[in-house]
């Protein structure tokens, strides 16, 4: 079993690892892509999203790390000869369809665990991969932005606040009611397309809740983003907001509330039809 300074550079390690991987691919990424098949999240794979999940396989190998992979991309996946000790559950790129379309936020998530559920991570990663920003935290040590110290809004007021929404479905007669009344009584609604960055702005205080009610979200997206937004001291629930401990599986969905501090999100949460 690594210690945590054993995880900070081995995090870091993937991350430059992924960075220097992925720019071949971004060089061609204009031109039409290479139908691989469907990833165990039952998205379609890209030559991208392999090559940065190769990276990371590879640095955790080079490490002498024994773990069970858990990706959007390959699946379940054992290596080493105690791989039941340690879960690394990635997505390797998360916000693929930005990085294929030129648009600039797009990351890549890790998160480490002793057991296959989110409230289990103890160490978690997510850079964004344009402009080469890295989120990390280590249960019960804080939240970090290139090594800065970070923290969730204090914003409580819905008048004032930036609400991240993923709206992102075809079954948008179903989510879009749930989210009528929040939506009118906040001032400014963004979203970006990619959750696990998304999460990230909540936790460093550029965003004031993040809410993705569609119920097809994996897990493998937000397992490092979770923790993070926790150490940066911020709240995240179920929308009827119980305690969210799910399991970490490529097919594993959720709908969550994230927000920066617990009166705001009192208030998404009353406002938000479950
Ligand atoms: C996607 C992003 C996006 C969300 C999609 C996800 P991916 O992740 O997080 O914001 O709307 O549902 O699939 O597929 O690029 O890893
Ligand atoms: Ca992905």
Redesign the pocket.
């Given at each position: 079993m690594k210690a945590q300074n054993d995880w900070q550079q081995i995090l870091i390690q993937c991350k430059n690892n992924v960075q220097t991987s992925i720019k071949p691919c971004l060089k061609t990424i204009k031109e039409p892509q290479p139908d691989l098949g469907k990833?165990a999240?039952g998205?379609a794979m890209k030559p991208v999203?392999l090559a940065a999940e190769k990276a990371i396989v590879e640095t955790l190998k080079k490490h002498d790390v024994s773990f069970t992979l858990i990706s959007?991309?390959s699946g379940v996946k054992k290596f080493g000869a105690t791989p039941d000790e340690c879960y690394v559950t990635v997505?390797?790129?998360?916000?693929?369809t930005n990085l294929l379309h030129g648009l600039p936020f797009y990351a890549c998530s890790i998160a480490v665990s002793r057991k296959p559920a989110v409230g289990d991570v103890y160490a978690g990663l997510v850079v964004d991969l344009f402009h080469d920003v890295t989120y990390t935290a280590f249960k019960g040590k804080g939240a970090y932005r290139d090594g800065e110290k970070i923290e969730t809004s204090k914003t409580v007021s819905l008048d004032e606040a930036v609400v991240g929404l993923d709206i992102n479905t075809y079954k948008v007669k179903e989510v879009a009611p749930k989210l009528t009344a929040l939506i009118e009584k906040t001032k400014h609604i963004r979203h970006f397309g990619a959750n696990a960055l998304e999460l990230c702005y909540v936790a460093n205080g550029l965003t004031d809740a993040f809410i993705d009610m569609r119920g097809k979200l994996r897990t493998?997206?937000v397992a490092a983003g979770f923790l993070i937004i926790k150490e940066a001291g911020g709240i995240v629930t179920t929308p009827e907001n119980q305690a969210l401990n799910v399991k970490l599986d490529p097919k594993q969905t959720l709908s969550f509330i994230a927000s920066g501090n617990m009166q705001i999100h009192k208030k998404i949460v009353s406002l938000v039809k479950s």
């Open positions: 990833g999240g998205d999203d959007e991309e997505d390797p790129i998360d916000g693929t493998t997206d």
